[in-house]
T-cell receptor, first 112, second 116 residues
Framework: EDQVTQSPEALRLQEGESSSLNCSYT??????LFWYRQDPGKGPEFLFT???AGEEKEKERLKATLTKKESFLHITAPKPEDSATYLC?????????????FGRGTSLIVHP | GAVVSQHPSWVICKSGTSVKIECRSL??????MFWYRQFPKQSLMLMAT?????????EQGVEKDKFLINHASLTLSTLTVTSAHPEDSSFYIC????????????FGPGTRLTVL
């Protein structure tokens, strides 16, 4: 069974204090790993897709990296507007329906 | 980027009535659509997966006669909550995925359902 564990559950940072969110996964074969951002009362917003170990992607203050066991979402010099819940999901190569498995998310609060 | 819309964004209804929620992929063809339910401060709970032109596949514990899903075209899926009761009150979110299983899943903005 595919499993996704995100840590920490909650993270409080001061504005400008860089940190990383972790997404550990167990799948029979990775087809893709996805990062989303979700604001309260809204649907998740797509951030990144990573397909293979060693891959990295960046967008503004966010950088996602991938290894064979985990992914990190690095946040550099965060701002209060980066406050949100960050969700990680993995999609396995097996299973005909290709349904992504989501983690429970990391709730990030950035204080000014 | 890929855009998914949902309508309505919020709805209030009386117990016993049915409510239909629409999910549309605006700039791509969605071969697969997903419906999720989310309770406050909890993660996404997958309700069902639907492929265009096929019957939806429901997750264990989700009543298919209560939550009717229709994926009639490559850009439209609907979720109908039949005979709604207060316990059906929740945040419902749809998502859509394009041609391949590796394709990214894009989410709609969600629909807040309140059943009185």
């Amino acid at each position: 069974e595919d499993q996704v564990t995100q840590s920490p559950e909650a993270l409080r940072l001061q504005e400008g204090e860089s940190s990383s969110l972790n997404c550990s996964y167990t799948v029979s074969g990775l087809r893709g790993l996805f990062w989303y951002r979700q604001d309260p009362g809204k649907g998740p917003e797509f951030l990144f897709t990573l397909y293979s170990a060693g891959e990295e992607k960046e967008k503004e203050r966010l950088k996602a990296t991938l290894t064979k066991k985990e992914s990190f979402l690095h946040i550099t010099a965060p701002k209060p507007e980066d406050s949100a819940t960050y969700l990680c999901a993995v999609q396995a190569t097996t299973g005909g329906s290709y349904i992504p498995t989501f983690g429970r998310g990391t709730s990030l609060i950035v204080h000014p | 980027g890929a855009v998914v819309s949902q309508h309505p964004s919020w709805v209030i209804c009386k117990s016993g009535t049915s409510v239909k929620i629409e999910c549309r992929s605006l700039d791509f063809q969605a071969t697969t659509m997903f419906w999720y339910r989310q309770f406050p401060k909890q993660s996404l709970m997958l309700m069902a997966t639907s492929n265009e032109g096929s019957k939806a596949t429901y997750e264990q514990g989700v009543e298919k006669d209560k939550f009717l899903i229709n994926h009639a075209s490559l850009t439209l899926s609907t979720l109908t909550v039949t005979s709604a009761h207060p316990e059906d009150s929740s945040f419902y979110i749809c998502s859509a995925r394009g041609g391949g299983p590796s394709d990214t899943q894009y989410f709609g903005p969600g629909t807040r359902l309140t059943v009185l």
